[in-house]
C-alpha cells in the first residue's frame, strides 16, 4: 500500500504549505462575501440565500487545493454573486411579485385545530417532520392550536387557544396517533388522521371523513397545554 500516494496523491509535500496558504486566502475572502450580504443566522435563510451560501463554497473549495484553479478566478465569482444578490434584493423590495416569487410568502398550515389541506399540499413537508415541529412547542394535539403558519424561513409559528377553549383534537404524540384505525370500536371523540377534522362517532367499521373523504380515525383528546 502506498501511502505517500494516499496522503498526498500527485503533489509534492511542499504543496500542503501552499494548500494552507490558499486556504487562508479562501477563508478570508469568504468572510469579506458573507459580511457583504450582512445576513442573518442559517436558520432565517431564504432559499435563494441558501444557494448562494452553497454557491460561495464550492467556488472556494477548488481553489484551495487545486494547484491549476486561480483565486482570483473565485474572487470574480464572489463579485458576480454579491452583485447580482444586491440586485434581486433591490428587486425583492421594490416588487411583490419578485418578493413572493424569491422568498416565498407564509402559509398557513393549521386552521382551527384542523389542516389547511390545499396549503399543505403546497408544502413538501410530511407529517411527521411537522408534528415533531409542533411537539417541541409544547403541542400534543391540534385541538390546542388556532393557527399553525410556515413562515418563508421554515420557521412554524404557532398561535394557541386559551386553555378554556381548547377543544378535543388530533393527538400528534407518536404512542397515540400510531393507533389510528378504520374501526370505530368505541364511542367518542376522534379525529380524522389525515386532516384532523373531529366529530364524535358511534362505534362501526367504517366512516367517512365529511372533509377530506379519508376513514383513518384517531381518538381524540383536549388536555390542556403544559409549559
Request: proline share 2%; hydrophobic share 40%; aromatic share 12%.
Amino acid at each position: 500500500m502506498d501511502w505517500e500516494q494516499i496522503l498526498l496523491g500527485e503533489e509534492e509535500l511542499d504543496f500542503l504549505i501552499e494548500v494552507g496558504l490558499r486556504t487562508f486566502i479562501m477563508y478570508i475572502s469568504l468572510l469579506i462575501a458573507l459580511k457583504a450580504l450582512g445576513k442573518r443566522g442559517v436558520k432565517q435563510l431564504s432559499i435563494f440565500e441558501l444557494v448562494i451560501i452553497i454557491g460561495f463554497g464550492s467556488a472556494a473549495g477548488d481553489p484551495m487545493f487545486y494547484k491549476d484553479v486561480g483565486i482570483l478566478n473565485a474572487v470574480v465569482v464572489f463579485l458576480v454573486v454579491i452583485m447580482l444578490y444586491k440586485i434581486t434584493t433591490f428587486l425583492v423590495t421594490k416588487s411583490e411579485y419578485v418578493d413572493k416569487l424569491i422568498e416565498g410568502e407564509p402559509l398557513c398550515l393549521i386552521q382551527d385545530g384542523v389542516f389547511s389541506l390545499a396549503n399543505f399540499d403546497k408544502e413538501i413537508l410530511g407529517y411527521d417532520e411537522f408534528f415533531s415541529e409542533m411537539r417541541q412547542q409544547s403541542v400534543s394535539h391540534l385541538g390546542q392550536v388556532e393557527q399553525a403558519i410556515i413562515e418563508v424561513s421554515g420557521n412554524v409559528s404557532i398561535y394557541y387557544y386559551e386553555d378554556s377553549e381548547v377543544k378535543y383534537g388530533l393527538p400528534i404524540l407518536p404512542k397515540l396517533y400510531a393507533e389510528r384505525s378504520k374501526h370505530i370500536l368505541t364511542g367518542g371523540m376522534h379525529s380524522c388522521s389525515f386532516c384532523g377534522y373531529t366529530e364524535e362517532i358511534e362505534p362501526t367499521d367504517k366512516h367517512i371523513c365529511k372533509t377530506c373523504g379519508k376513514d383513518e380515525w384517531v381518538r381524540s383528546i383536549n388536555k390542556k397545554r403544559v409549559v
